[in-house]
């Protein structure tokens, strides 16, 4: 069991406009943690991870991350409190370059330039090949070198809570296992993870806890081991 809880979601009830997506969510990640939660497509995941983040509203419901309630909060306030959002396709920047993309990560502070180096430090100790990507145009990179640039981003705000949506979409078997790993390297610096996951097999291995999502809500939870 974790010594502190990260997130706590409570009774949480969401959608858009008048199509309800979320019903009576409860969902707890600690501290260190990854909890993955798994579906099939238009289970409500990202939905979730979108309203978590301050994306979508909340119409009902909890949200405490460290402490704090955030339910409704604003996106950039949200990301400083601590906690970053990796959303579904990556979405980095592709005529801009690597070094533009991280930088667009750290852009709710105004970061002295020796932070920088050091946030940057951060994220090339998860993802060397980055560092020797620079001054690439992010376009011009494979979808796993996208994919670690879109982390990497998320990795620069200095979350204490990432989350993750379908990192391994599209991805060769061996970059999947690359991804995960670092996911797991991530979570063993204290970083707590919630990670929407299709590859269920893989999510389930990495992580300590798990969430089964259908039709906006969960239908089960449990350790992920006893899940498998």
């Known amino acids: 069991m974790w010594h502190q809880l990260m997130l706590k979601i409570e009774n949480l009830f969401a959608g858009y406009g008048r199509v309800q997506v979320l019903k009576d969510i409860n969902i707890e990640v600690g501290k260190g943690e990854i909890v993955c939660l798994v579906g099939a497509n238009g289970a409500g995941k990202s939905t979730l991870l979108k309203v978590i983040s301050g994306i ?12 704090q309630e955030i339910a409704n909060h604003k996106p950039d ?50 993802f060397p090949i980055l560092k020797t990507r620079l001054t690439q145009k992010a376009g011009t990179m494979s979808g796993g070198e996208q994919q670690m640039l879109a982390i990497g981003r998320g990795l620069m705000s200095q979350p204490k809570l990432l989350l993750l949506d379908e990192p391994s979409l599209g ?3 061996l970059m999947v296992e690359t991804i995960l790993k670092v996911i797991q390297n991530l979570c063993s610096t204290g970083i707590s993870i919630l990670l929407v ?11 300590d806890r798990a969430y089964v999502m259908e039709t906006g809500s969960i239908v089960t939870h449990g350790k992920a081991r006893e899940l498998m």
Request: glycine share 6%; charged share 25%; proline share 3%.
């Open 56 to 67: 979508v509203a909340t119409a009902q419901g909890r949200i405490t991350f460290h402490d």
């Open 77 to 126: 306030q949200i990301v400083r409190m601590g906690l970053s959002h990796v959303p579904e396709g990556r979405q980095i920047f592709g005529d801009l370059t690597v070094r533009q993309n991280l930088m667009r990560g750290s852009y709710v502070d105004k970061v002295k330039k020796e932070e920088m180096e050091r946030l940057f430090n951060f994220v090339f100790d998860f």
């Open 171 to 173: 991805l060769a078997p």
């Open 197 to 207: 996951e299709q590859n269920v097999n893989a999510a389930l291995q990495i992580s």
